[in-house]
């Protein structure tokens, strides 16, 4: 009875030891990341990048600590880890490549949270840079999930990088039509544009007649993160213009 006791108060101690461990653990993983996202030093990408990663380390150690509190020996573990560790990095070499790309994303920096940037032909504002993938918020409102090690070796577009953005659009006009009374209403349609940037002159081209049609092309200038809005409303604003001047469309 005593051999039993003993032995039941020998089990309860390692189970009160290992969840000991496992809350401290995750305990101490939830603080350093909140530690991370509210460091002033890094940006909004850095600190979801490292904030993740410290997190998934940090439970790691603790799932190793606490094997080990089972009575696993450490040389045993470690020899078992470095055959698993074999195995599954052979296994899982895309999510390697994936980790690598995403280190290599936070590095060099080619976008951050919050940057419009197209990716792998899909275009959207960058939402969040994990570990493994990256996830925009695509211009049909869509969530799109890619993974890091694709994004190293595809093409990137950042149209967030620069403060500012050229604007062109075109508009198909009549042979018969007014080009001169046109342009005027176009250039003054975006001059009334309140996301069109004052400092630069709006351009309007007049392309070549092609099967009795005009191309007017309007080009104007304005912030990033108004691109979108500006194109949406200029676009009505124009075509507005135009048939208040009595333009024939074609």
């Not at 461990?21 to 890094?42: C, E, F, M, P």
């Not at 450490?74 to 296994?91: D, E, R």
């Not at 009549?174 to 351009?203: C, F, Y």
Request: with cysteine; proline share 2%; charged share 15%.
């Amino acid at each position: 009875m005593v051999q039993l006791m003993d032995s039941i108060t020998t089990i309860a101690a390692v189970i009160l030891k290992i969840v000991i461990i496992v809350v401290a653990g995750l305990v101490i993983a939830s603080i350093v990341a909140k530690v991370i996202r509210r460091s002033k030093r890094l940006d909004e990408t850095a600190k979801n990048f490292f904030a993740n990663f410290a997190s998934v380390a940090i439970k790691i150690l603790t799932l190793i600590t606490a094997l080990m509190a089972l009575g696993i020996p450490a040389a045993t573990f470690v020899t078992v880890l470095g055959s698993v560790g074999l195995a599954v990095g052979l296994a899982l070499q895309g999510a390697l490549a994936n980790f690598a790309g995403g280190i290599l994303l936070v590095v060099f920096r080619p976008f951050r949270i919050g940057d419009h940037v197209t990716l792998s032909g899909t275009s959207g504002i960058v939402q969040n840079i994990s570990i493994f993938y990256t996830t925009l918020l695509a211009d049909d409102n869509t969530v799109v999930t890619l993974p890091n090690g694709t994004l190293t070796n595809a093409n990137i577009v950042n149209t967030s990088i620069n403060g500012d953005r050229r604007l062109c659009l075109e508009y198909g006009l009549a042979s018969e039509s007014d080009v001169e009374a046109a342009r005027a209403a176009v250039i003054d349609a975006a001059n009334k544009n309140a996301s069109v940037l004052k400092g630069i002159a709006p351009a309007v081209t007049v392309s070549t007649h092609v099967e009795g049609k005009i191309t007017l092309k309007l080009a104007v200038w304005t912030r990033s993160a108004d691109y979108a809005k500006a194109s949406e409303d200029l676009n009505k604003e124009v075509e507005a213009a135009l048939d208040a001047a009595k333009v024939a469309r074609a």
